[in-house]
């Protein structure tokens, strides 16, 4: 990773605008003058909002890098989240399938997603969760996964945590890159992209496009006598951009841009219960992302302003068809999201900074049957200490004011601190969280048909969450070793009711664990980690354990270049059983079994501007069904080439 030393006079360090997506603003600039590149630890931004050191973030992080998602060839966002520790990773269908993501065994949408900063949670979602399986990772430079209760910074929809995803900056001369790959599953993708930029201006244009057109989703045992099920089928295309603009040494403009429109076809149709048929049902999505934003930067990077305003529109409808293969009339569903915001950010001394900001956001449902909308204003205030740099601490405290719910306020410090000698890193943190209803949990009625109802009478969830943990470098820092344990308690959380037909709030609800790490660089060719989960998810007042929720997740992950052109990785991945639904929720719960899967992924530089790759996933064709009634893709084999001119 590249670190800036802005200009003369400049205190605070600036990361490369690629790596920046905080607090619900981009970089503070994306253009540095005269930079001069060093290179520094690994920095964290999404944990304190601003560029941060890794050895003094308390929080627990997961960084994956532009490096990593290549290398071991990860196509879609949740096989880049796969071996995260703390994630769960629920996918209807295979690529392109509804795809949930649940954090440290809170619910899916207690987990913020922000686009290079644009809050990407659906407001068209029942529960107003992000899907993950709709998003493609060719232009992600970099990925952070921000575990624990994180509303102190960033407001509602944070109970779980965040996890901060930052395109590709545009720099150097002009360059394209294109990609093509084909493979198992029908699959057939290709991408193309167009970038560069000096101190001044910079930009970068990506189109993606993704194909699969046989993936079997359908358990042999689920399938009727007779009736011959289709494979499912995806198909979309993905276009980003961005640029930035250095008005003067003081003044800059940012702008991205992102638009996805594809098609799922499911072998299920959209019943419920629902049943495999010999006719697809036709899911259709269009997303559309976008932020501009001012940066005002008058005390030479003592004090950066940064004025943005975002918009999100996710416009989804599906179809099911008869049984003579008729697709029946559309259910639509839109979901839209205006922000403004401003932050500022404050070096008071050197290494101590306060971050403060101000925003106002209104979301929109619409559907077939109801238009409703909601809006909040908050504002948000941090320090950010370093003392001898030995001694750290954040803590910060914001006030939201929902405008159906009324004012919350939520807060969160986190300290930590390396013994001198040993080096050993300790850390802890504290925090609290609140999460409003959803506009759909409130109103929208899924009848006659489903006989499922919205219920005004919805309380907002709020929870508490803690980790302590530590972590001790060893082998002259060729080995790291740690572990976190964690508790989150929440209040009101919001769930199906007993009867099926509506939501209802938990009285108490906890989840508890541990996670656990090892990273080896045994040569700098050569290098491993594992990780290990134990959660424990319960409704406190049932006495029963959350579902989807596994008590054990485990994942070893090795890369290895035996010479300088050759790279070569593998990744394991355990998850244990969990308890979950049958199918049609007849049988509301069940011990639906776990699964070891294993990738493995190869690339040769040819030459420098062109690279051949292949890769195998599910190596040992596990039929696992994830949630259950749904098979995970088995063997499947792929290989394309990339190429690039200019640069």
Request: aromatic fraction near 10%; proline fraction near 5%; include cysteine.
């Amino acid at each position: 990773m590249n670190v800036f030393l802005p200009a003369a006079g400049r205190s605070r360090l600036l990361l490369s605008a690629s790596c920046l997506a905080i607090a619900g603003a981009t970089a503070p600039t994306f253009a540095q003058n005269g930079p001069a590149t060093v290179a520094l630890d690994e920095i964290v931004v999404s944990a304190t909002g601003t560029p941060t050191p890794a050895r003094e973030i308390a929080s627990s992080v997961t960084v994956i890098t532009a490096k990593e998602i290549e290398q071991q060839q990860r196509r879609t966002l949740p096989q880049a989240l796969a071996a995260v520790p703390g994630l769960n990773i629920v996918q209807i269908g295979g690529p392109g399938g509804l795809t949930s993501v649940f954090m440290r065994g809170t619910n899916s949408n207690h987990v913020k997603v922000l686009i290079d900063g644009i809050e990407a949670n659906d407001a068209s979602t029942p529960n107003r969760a992000f899907d993950f399986g709709s998003m493609m990772t060719d232009d992600i430079e970099r990925i952070e996964v921000l575990r624990g209760p994180q509303s102190g910074l960033y407001g509602a929809n944070a109970i779980g945590g965040v996890i901060s995803i930052i395109t590709k900056r545009g720099e150097g001369p002009p360059k394209v890159t294109a990609r093509v790959e084909a493979g198992s599953q029908g699959t057939f993708n290709q991408s193309v992209g167009f970038s560069g930029g000096d101190d001044r201006f910079n930009y970068a244009f990506n189109v993606a496009h993704t194909r699969s057109d046989s993936t079997d989703s359908v358990p042999p045992g689920l399938i009727p006598r007779g009736v011959r099920v289709r494979p499912n089928a995806y198909d979309s295309y993905t276009y980003s951009s961005r640029i930035g603009v250095a008005l003067s040494d003081t003044l800059s403009l940012n702008w991205v841009g992102r638009y996805t429109d594809g098609k799922f076809l499911s072998a299920y149709d959209a019943g419920f219960p629902s049943r495999p048929t010999a006719y697809r049902s036709s899911q259709n999505y269009a997303q559309a992302f976008t932020r501009g934003e001012i940066v005002w930067d008058p005390l030479g990077g003592r004090f950066v302003n940064t004025f943005g305003v975002s918009y999100s529109n996710q416009d989804r409808s599906s179809r099911t068809p008869s049984i003579i293969g008729i697709l029946g009339r559309p259910t639509e569903y839109l979901g839209e999201r205006t922000k403004l915001d401003w932050r500022g950010n404050l070096e008071v001394a050197k290494g101590h900074n306060v971050i403060m900001g101000l925003q106002y956001e209104r979301e929109r449902l619409d559907t077939t049957s109801l238009v409703a909308s909601n809006g909040n204003k908050a504002g948000y205030i941090e320090y950010q200490g370093n003392i001898q740099d030995r001694y750290f601490l954040a803590a910060n405290i914001r006030h939201d004011v929902d405008d159906s719910y009324g004012g919350h306020t939520t807060w969160r410090v986190a300290p930590a601190m390396i013994l001198p000698g040993t080096e050993t890193k300790l850390k802890a943190s504290y925090g609290t969280g609140f999460k409003a209803p959803t506009l759909n949990e409130l109103f929208v009625d899924y009848r006659p048909g489903f006989n499922f109802h919205g219920n005004p009478d919805l309380k907002p969830e709020q929870s508490r969450g803690w980790d302590v943990g530590l972590e001790q470098p060893l082998f002259d820092k060729r080995l790291l070793v740690g572990a976190t344990w964690f508790q989150n308690d929440i209040d009101n959380l919001i769930v199906t009711n007993a009867k099926g037909d509506s939501y209802a709030n938990v009285g108490k609800a906890r989840t508890r664990g541990v996670e656990a790490f090892a990273a080896l660089e045994i040569s700098p060719q050569f290098r491993i980690r594992g990780d290990y989960t134990f959660t424990l998810a319960k409704d406190e007042i049932a006495r029963q354990e959350l579902l989807r929720r596994p008590r054990h997740k485990a994942s070893v992950t090795a890369t290895w270049t035996p010479i300088d052109r050759l790279s070569l990785s593998a990744t394991l991945i355990h998850v244990g059983s969990w308890v979950d639904g049958n199918r049609d929720f007849s049988v509301r719960r069940m011990n639906a079994k776990g699964a070891t899967l294993v990738n493995l992924a190869a690339e040769y530089k040819a030459t420098d501007k062109v690279t051949v790759f292949g890769r195998v996933d599910n190596l040992f064709d596990k039929r696992w069904e994830n949630p259950v009634g749904f098979l995970v893709p088995g063997l499947g084999a792929f290989g394309g080439i990339k190429v690039a001119f200019g640069g």
